[in-house]
């Protein structure tokens, strides 16, 4: 039977998705059902002295959940300090203060605006500049939430003796995730069992919430997952809070409730991208080879800590960018604000760091007059060097051939040779990026996940995949087939994917981290390959056909299933104290380039071409695999150029897509993707690695690149939008040099 990993096999949900048969959970009802809303803050700091409804208004038929409905009002994350609803104090805009809920939504929204909260308001703190002076205290003595140091060879001390030594500061913005389909949720109680449907990434980090609100043990609560329209991180933990809200009313009203959010209220309410200011010093010598690397990273949290450490750690674990340093020192802090939880969003973290790695190598070009390309792949990564975090790197490192690759296929040399085209009153340029990512959560996480799976045998030939991984639009279900079917030896239409239900699936995991293939995959095929076996060893005891052996053992539970728990590879080694050691299994490498035209008079920047070379270990499915590395690649294109999220006194001034601006596919520019293969020993389907999180990691630092080449403005704040190239040009001609 011809594999079919590796193949562009039909997506397995592409025919419901594309008739409109799937059903998301809006579409979704039960008997009896009422629709629920939520009162929020409007300031980012105060006491919260009580909620007032109008005696005017008629609450016959309303119900009205408060902080004093809550059993116990946390919201179980990393840290506890988060409330379901506000109680005794408010921490920023929009925090949920109160629920509402009723049969009809045009009464709903007239009970809402009945409903007043009575606060007192208190000094908040909204940017990283005034946590860190910590003159408002909002989360202990100085406002950190987290700390992380590393340390390799002589640290900072690395810089002393160093022929050229540059210093730079980098800084980005909030972005919004802007998944298709808004947070939402639909609950109900059978007796004392919590039932939850609903748009979500993890259902086992769901269940894990409301067994805490509600005293409840595991099989008292089911959590499923309905068709998800997207997450990209900000379906991780978010959705916990909406199953809560919605269960809090179906509790207190007897009936089903459905909760689901308006554009509006998802972006000024949900998590967002960490905002960051890295500072950057670097020492090397004057032909270019990097010596010493020291960075001060600061994240901005948000109001409460929700998953800002794993954000935070990998953001340090990726701050060196994809290059030999003898000497490291990385600072990272998160600091608290009176804004909307931060959260995860695709890279999480490494985005941030690797934006300011890039940009500060393109400012060690400029200063020794090198061509940008020549000193990225002198201090390329190669297998048998060591990351600052002392990993030595012993397999599946492809940095040098997606440099290689990505620059070839652009012709970069030939267009960078050239100088900037300037035709009338635009400019081209063209930029390069390098990265990488690392697959799998970091250091010890996997071992304390513990992630499983289960493959069953079914009777007819059939087989079914059962894990808590979920497919948010990436395409789990169609690749989990595939390896599935291949280790199997059946077709793969013969694989069935169980929906993700808490009741049904063991805990894989959350689908986060670039991890879902990588490594629930790995599981997946171990499973179906001990299957495969065990049908194998019953046709040859029975003298049977394999068919007959596998009709024998569907009708035998005990045979039937195969579960598995993941086991990281030996050797490894990770000390969370120091943090040493080997932080991921493996990295994925990539690099792009882009090139760009900008308007001279309006400094519109359009990108005109875009080449990203990506080392996937093995492309599982390759249109899907390059369908997730240009999907990530416009996400960065629009942190880079035109997402930027406005806010004043911690309230978002833009919440709505006509003032919030992603990119489109008509702004989406001619892409060239090359899925370069370097295979992890450990990976599925022949060396598998992670890849969802990767592309978004150099798209920007290119596009940044690109624009200097063009117009000779530097700017290292995104996004580079129209004003402040305006506002770079203006101080360039009056003398002030780059901005």
């Known amino acids: 039977m011809a594999p079919v ?22 579409d979704l009802t039960r008997p009896g059902m009422l629709f629920g809303a939520t009162l929020r803050s409007p300031v980012p700091r ?145 007796g004392d069992d919590a039932h939850v449907v609903g748009s979500l990434q993890c259902p086992y980090y769901v269940q894990k919430g409301i067994k805490t609100v509600f005293g409840l043990a595991d099989d008292g609560v089911d959590v499923t997952q309905a068709t998800t329209g997207g997450g990209f991180g900000g379906k991780e933990e978010y959705p916990t809070v909406v199953a809560l809200h919605a269960l809090l009313l179906a509790r207190k009203s007897g009936r089903p409730v459905k909760l689901v959010y308006g554009r509006k209220e998802d972006v000024e309410a949900t998590t967002k991208r960490h905002p960051s200011v890295v500072e950057i010093t670097t020492g090397c010598d004057r032909d270019g080879t990097f010596r010493a690397f020291a960075a001060r990273v600061v994240f901005d949290g948000g109001a ?48 941030q760091t690797q934006w300011a790695v890039e940009r500060h190598v393109d400012r060690i070009a400029r200063t020794l007059d090198l061509d940008p390309l020549d000193l990225r792949l002198r201090n390329l990564l190669r297998s048998g060097d060591t990351t600052a975090t002392g990993q030595l790197l012993a397999e599946s490192v492809g940095a040098q051939r997606c440099a290689d690759e990505a620059t070839w296929a652009s012709g970069y040399r030939n267009r960078r040779g050239a100088g900037p085209v300037v035709a009338g009153r635009t ?25 499983r799976v289960a493959v069953d045998l079914l009777p007819g030939g059939q087989a079914r995949i059962r894990t808590a991984s979920t497919d948010i639009g990436q395409g789990t279900e169609t690749v989990f087939r595939q390896i599935a079917a291949d ?41 179906a390959r001990e ?33 598995k728990q993941y086991e990281p590879p030996p050797g490894l080694a990770w000390d969370d104290a120091t943090y040493t050691g080997d932080a991921y299994p493996v990295f994925g490498w990539g690099c792009d380039v882009a090139e760009v035209e900008v308007d001279l ?21 390759p249109v899907l695999c390059a369908g997730q590395v240009e999907g990530g690649t416009l996400q960065a294109i629009g942190w880079a150029l035109t997402e930027k999220l406005v806010t004043r006194g911690g309230k978002v001034l833009n919440p709505r897509m006509t003032d919030y601006i992603v990119p489109t596919s008509l702004d989406a520019p001619p892409f060239t993707t090359l899925l370069v293969e370097e295979p992890y020993s450990r990976g599925p389907g022949g060396g598998a690695k992670g890849v969802g999180e990767l592309p978004m990691d150099g798209g920007a630092p290119a596009i940044a690149a690109a624009v200097e080449h063009a117009t000779s403005l530097v700017l290292d704040r995104l996004p580079l939008l129209p004003e402040d190239l305006f506002e770079a040009s203006g101080a360039a001609r009056s003398g002030g040099g780059p901005a």
Not at 93 to 118: G, K, N
Not at 322 to 339: G, H, I, K, Q
Not at 434 to 451: D, N, P, Q, V
Not at 532 to 558: F, K, Y
């Open 46 to 190: 105060g006491r919260l002295l009580g909620v007032d409804r109008d005696p005017s208004f008629d609450w016959s038929g309303v119900t009205v959940v408060t902080a004093a409905d809550v059993p116990v009002n946390v919201v179980a994350t990393i840290e506890r300090d988060q409330p379901v609803l506000a109680a005794g104090e408010v921490r920023h805009v929009a925090e949920p203060i109160a629920l509402v809920a009723c049969e009809d939504r045009l009464r709903l929204e007239r009970a809402l605006a009945h409903l007043t909260p009575r606060i007192e308001p208190l000094p908040a703190v909204l940017t990283i500049g005034e946590a860190l002076e910590a003159r408002t205290a909002i989360h202990g003595a100085d406002n950190v939430m987290k700390r992380y140091a590393i340390t390799k060879g002589r640290g900072r001390d690395g810089l002393t003796g160093c022929e050229v030594v540059v210093t730079g500061r980098y800084e980005t913005g909030a972005q919004e995730h802007v998944y298709i389909e808004p947070q939402g949720m639909l609950a109900w109680w059978e």
């Open 5 to 26: 990993v590796g193949q562009a096999v039909p997506r397995v949900d592409g025919p419901a998705k594309a008739s409109g048969s799937a059903r998301y959970v809006d």
């Open 601 to 621: 008079d309006t400094f519109e920047t359009k990108v005109t071409g875009f080449w990203t070379a990506v080392d996937v270990g093995r492309a599982i499915h």
């Open 427 to 451: 400019a081209r340029g063209v930029g390069v990026a390098c990265f990488w990512h690392g697959a799998g959560f970091t250091g010890s996480g996997e071992r304390y996940l513990k992630g």
């Open 531 to 563: 299957l495969a076996e065990r049908v194998g060893r019953e046709a040859e005891r029975s003298g049977s056909t394999r068919a007959e052996a596998h009709e024998r053992l569907a009708g035998t539970p005990a045979l039937a299933t195969c579960e």
């Open 487 to 527: 280790a199997l030896g059946v077709p793969m239409a013969s694989v069935d994917f169980a929906i993700p239900s808490t009741r049904v699936v063991p805990d894989s995991g959350p689908t986060v981290a670039s991890r879902t293939v990588m490594v629930v995959g790995s599981i997946v095929e171990a499973a």
């Open 304 to 351: 409460y800590v929700t998953l800002t450490p794993v954000v935070l750690s990998r953001g340090a674990l990726h701050a060196t960018g994809p290059y030999r340093w003898d000497d490291v020192s990385v600072e990272a802090l998160a600091v608290a604000t009176n804004t909307p939880p931060n959260g995860a969003f695709r890279g999480f973290g490494a985005p």
